[in-house]
């Protein structure tokens, strides 16, 4: 399954990184390199195998559906690189 | 008085033989005589921590006559610049967070606090704990403190030079692939991972969830018993913590290990490991044979599959982390950006460096429409294999023996062009991550001069065990760490 130039470009979007074409050049390489090794994994009959999401079974964690104010909003809103009152400012979506 | 242990540190603070001060003072001293060269450090809290300490003496003296000091009381630590602590800059190594300040502490570093331990810098890292060398920094690179020609390890490669040059009395790391305990092996300390879920991820920036996990670096297997003591538990805020009963995990490091089962795993000690890493960890094993352990050498098949699966898995997981590093809330912001979305993909791609690019475009193709069953699935179901063949080979044996890494410290330089190669070096650590293990990395020899780590790894919240037997290992080896 090997990835060319425009794939790169593809998944360069989806991932929302505006990278270069000598990027796009070295990483369509480069992830071919890694997508090769791990193309022996093909070779592993896994059709009778559970997928592991959780490495130490623990079961599903549930708490009440209650919102708990963060104790330090300001220094959350302090990090914002444009902050106007509570609100973060972006530029113009409409 | 920078080279005692974190043990024999803190008898002598509850003896009243030296003070909390001149802890902090000693390795002010060793910090200024050595990081222009090891760099372990991006920021230090000298005064902050002199003023600690003072608070700490007043405690150690009034305990002298009353209760039992806190654990760490006036004990000198440092942690990986991952780890949130109120106030303080938190990095990752990463340009994308140059500049921001942390609104809250990580549970982990906040229970070293509440055990009277002083805080005094954060260590340097590859930038998200990304890569197995400290290359990958953004910010600056730190030196092995055997050779400062070659590579400290990595991720936790501050931590692990910063405890090697006794610049701290001990520290915490991450560990997503080996991030603890390759580093802790290069530098010639001890490394350990817990159980996934033993300590808290709470404050911890993300990679990997599936996989991270915080523990400490220390000169000793007691000193990261001690530390493990402080840092496990239950915790609310981390839905993947274990509530269970609290152990002493320094309890059984004295008792023999007389009848203990241990395992060489064969497919670890094959093509691609040095001779010289080999032959340390094989004269290791016969020493515990020497003590009463039985020895023998069991195959794990499906390991030969686990360095491709990891990398699938870590990399699908860190490309969803790292979606929220984009200019709006925290960080770097592309101040030339038109729209939203020059804005998102503007600031990423000139905050995140060459290697959390790569493995987020990795990341994102594995689990993009057509190919998530072929990549991300298949990984997952791999590392259910991987889990059955531990399974199968805890049922005999009590742990399992392997190097930490394949081969001694590496120079600058010598795996960055290759990352793939780069990749490698995580051959021994990654099945421990993909199967929730603890995992220790203890040294246990020289392979030319430089240090050899053997790694341990045993059954699912075994760790007093696993600290038992990695205490015989230390006991065994009569290693001597360096003294800077």
Known sequence: ?94 | MQHLTLKELRDKLQKGETTAVEAVQKVFAQIRKHEPVIKAYLQTFEQAALGQAQKADELLKKSGTEARPAPLLGVPLAVKDNLNLLNTETTCASKILRGYVSPYTATAVQKLIEAGAIIIGKTNLDEFAMGSSTENSAIQQTSNPWDTGRVPGGSSGGAAAAVAADECFGGLGSDTGGSIRQPAAFCGIVGLKPTYGLVSRYGLVAFASSLDQIGPLAKTVEDAAIILNVIAGYDAADSTSHARPPQDYTALLGQDIKGKKIALIKELLGDGIADTVRQAVETAADNLRTQGAVIETVSLPTFQHALAAYYLVATSEASANLARFDGVRFGYRQQSAKNVLELFKQSRAAGFGAEVKRRIMLGTYALSAGYYDAYYLKAQKIRTLIKQDYCRAFAQYDALISPTAPTAAFKFGEKVGSPLSMYLSDIATIPVNLAGLPGISVPCGLADGLPVGLQLVAAEFEEQKLLQIAAAVERGSKFARIRL
């Open chain 1, 1 to 94: 399954m090997a990835i060319n130039i425009a794939d790169a470009r593809h998944v360069a979007d989806l991932a929302r990184l505006d990278l270069t074409e000598q990027e796009l050049a070295t990483y369509t390489e480069q992830l071919n390199q890694i997508l090769d090794y791990a193309q022996e994994l093909e070779q592993v009959n896994t059709d009778k195998v559970e997928p592991t999401y959780h490495s130490v079974a623990a079961g599903t964690a549930l708490r009440e559906d209650k919102a708990v104010d963060f104790p330090n909003q300001a220094g959350i809103l302090r990090n914002g690189p444009e902050v106007s009152g509570t609100s973060f400012v972006v530029p113009r979506i409409l």
